[in-house]
């Protein structure tokens, strides 16, 4: 039953909601219109055309979110056209109910109040003025039309409580706006605080490069999907040659400098899919995704001959900074940790063999012909 009445979770649920309330609170107020009807407070030929007139109102805009109609204006919420139908019924019951008159003001105070959850403090400033105008225009339209000089009084009167009501209205509205604008800053800077707080934890502070925790989780990730795939995970390994004499030699600031330019270097030299992170110290691991041990040491090769190209100056004095690489491969999940222990086993075979190489190290269910090593 509240699925066939209000629909599926989401907006237009909560904007259906919504108008079956204020079709309740209508029907409250067409059932007290009738009382006043027997008690001859007012006639039955004035109060049946408003009391057609609400409903008539309520159950369009509740068609029209319903069917979804409301989806295709500026404004889904038909928070402003249902305030204003409403004002203007209530301003009719100030015209027809007689002594009970006084009591309608009330009824413009819910709807101003309802109006002040959903519009900015300029359109509900903008809507306590127009619900005053109304009801000075009924007033003045009664004072017209009467010739008794204690109702125009007492008229009066009641406009001057809802100018009292009005204007508290419209100072709340923008208290309420205050409040709405602080909270939005709060929750955007939380929000900012939160995607800083997930940066830090997912890159190295230094060179910006993915960290080694989040490095595992993706390789895991990618692990799982090639598996899925059946196509092969390559995985480079790369150490800076003679890192510690730069430290030793030229300071740890000028290292963080060197360990900046290689990361900006190899992710030149890398694909949308690669993911490059810093593993520890001097040490960068580079993920290929869906690619062979030849084409991720050709792709090693290509940073390689680019880093040495720059002549960035390296631990040894008159020698460019270079790099020893190890690459390896796998096929499957269960397989990755013995991937990464095999570009580890590569590359410290390339330190051994005279630095500055890529070596090649057979690695889990490797099908891929190994290339030795290049200089």
Same mark, same amino acid.
């Given at each position: 039953?509240?699925?066939?009445?209000?629909?599926?979770?989401?907006?237009?649920?909560?904007?259906?909601?919504? !108008?079956?309330?204020?079709?309740?609170?209508?029907?409250?107020f067409?059932?007290?219109?009738?009382?006043?009807?027997?008690?001859?407070?007012?006639?039955?030929?004035?109060?049946?055309?408003?009391?057609v007139f609400?409903?008539?109102?309520?159950?369009?805009?509740?068609?029209?979110?319903?069917?979804?109609?409301?989806l295709?204006?500026?404004e889904?919420? $038909?928070?402003?056209?249902?305030?204003?139908?409403?004002?203007?019924?209530?301003?009719? !019951?100030?015209?027809v109910?007689?002594?009970?008159?006084?009591?309608?003001?009330?009824?413009?105070?819910?709807?101003?109040?309802?109006?002040l959850?959903?519009?900015?403090p300029?359109?509900g400033?903008r809507?306590?003025?127009?619900?005053?105008?109304?009801l000075?225009?009924?007033?003045?339209?009664?004072?017209?039309?009467?010739?008794d000089?204690d109702?125009?009084?007492?008229?009066?009167?009641?406009?001057?409580?809802?100018?009292?009501?009005? &204007?508290?209205?419209a100072?709340?509205?923008?208290?309420?706006?205050?409040?709405?604008e602080r909270?939005?800053?709060?929750?955007?800077?939380?929000?900012?605080a939160?995607?800083?707080?997930?940066?830090?934890?997912?890159?190295?502070?230094?060179t910006?490069?993915?960290?080694?925790?989040?490095?595992?989780?993706?390789? &895991?990730?990618?692990a799982?999907?090639?598996?899925?795939?059946?196509?092969?995970?390559?995985?480079?390994?790369?150490?800076?040659?003679?890192?510690?004499?730069i430290?030793d030699?030229?300071?740890?600031?000028a290292?963080?400098?060197?360990?900046?330019?290689?990361?900006?270097?190899?992710?030149?030299?890398?694909?949308?899919?690669?993911v490059?992170?810093?593993?520890?110290?001097?040490?960068?691991l580079?993920?290929l995704?869906?690619?062979g041990?030849?084409e991720?040491?050709?792709?090693?090769?290509?940073?390689?001959?680019? $880093?040495?190209?720059l002549?960035?100056?390296?631990?040894?004095?008159?020698?460019?900074?270079?790099?020893s690489?190890?690459?390896?491969?796998?096929?499957?999940?269960?397989?990755?940790? !013995?991937a990464?222990?095999?570009?580890?086993?590569?590359?410290?075979?390339?330190?051994?063999?005279g630095?500055n190489?890529?070596?090649?190290?057979?690695?889990?269910?490797?099908?891929?012909?190994?290339?030795?090593?290049? !200089?």
């Amino acid at each position: 039953m509240t699925h066939t009445l209000l629909g599926p979770d989401g907006p237009q649920r909560v904007r259906a909601s919504q !108008a079956l309330l204020v079709m309740a609170l209508y029907l409250a107020f067409a059932l007290v219109l009738q009382v006043e009807v027997r008690l001859g407070l007012t006639s039955e030929q004035q109060g049946l055309p408003l009391t057609v007139f609400g409903l008539v109102g309520c159950l369009g805009f509740y068609g029209a979110i319903r069917s979804g109609l409301n989806l295709h204006l500026s404004e889904p919420s $038909l928070t402003r056209p249902q305030m204003v139908y409403s004002m203007v019924a209530v301003a009719w !019951a100030f015209a027809v109910s007689g002594p009970a008159r006084g009591a309608t003001v009330v009824l413009m105070q819910v709807i101003l109040m309802f109006g002040l959850f959903g519009l900015p403090p300029r359109e509900g400033r903008r809507m306590a003025g127009m619900g005053f105008l109304m009801l000075a225009g009924v007033i003045a339209w009664r004072a017209w039309g009467q010739a008794d000089p204690d109702e125009t009084r007492l008229d009066l009167i009641y406009l001057l409580y809802a100018g009292i009501v009005f &204007t508290g209205v419209a100072v709340i509205s923008v208290r309420l706006g205050h409040i709405r604008e602080r909270l939005r800053h709060q929750t955007a800077e939380l929000k900012l605080a939160l995607a800083r707080n997930q940066e830090l934890a997912t890159r190295d502070v230094l060179t910006g490069l993915t960290n080694r925790r989040a490095m595992l989780e993706q390789m &895991t990730i990618a692990a799982r999907e090639i598996e899925r795939h059946g196509q092969p995970l390559a995985l480079v390994l790369f150490d800076l040659d003679h890192f510690k004499q730069i430290n030793d030699t030229r300071g740890h600031a000028a290292g963080d400098r060197v360990l900046q330019r290689f990361g900006e270097v190899a992710q030149g030299e890398i694909r949308a899919g690669d993911v490059l992170a810093r593993w520890g110290g001097e040490e960068f691991l580079l993920m290929l995704p869906r690619t062979g041990l030849e084409e991720a040491w050709r792709c090693a090769e290509r940073i390689r001959t680019r $880093l040495v190209a720059l002549k960035l100056e390296g631990g040894v004095p008159g020698q460019p900074l270079t790099f020893s690489a190890g690459v390896s491969s796998c096929r499957r999940m269960d397989q990755l940790d !013995a991937a990464i222990e095999a570009a580890d086993r590569a590359m410290y075979l390339a330190k051994a063999t005279g630095r500055n190489r890529t070596e090649l190290m057979a690695g889990p269910g490797l099908s891929d012909a190994p290339l030795g090593a290049a !200089a």
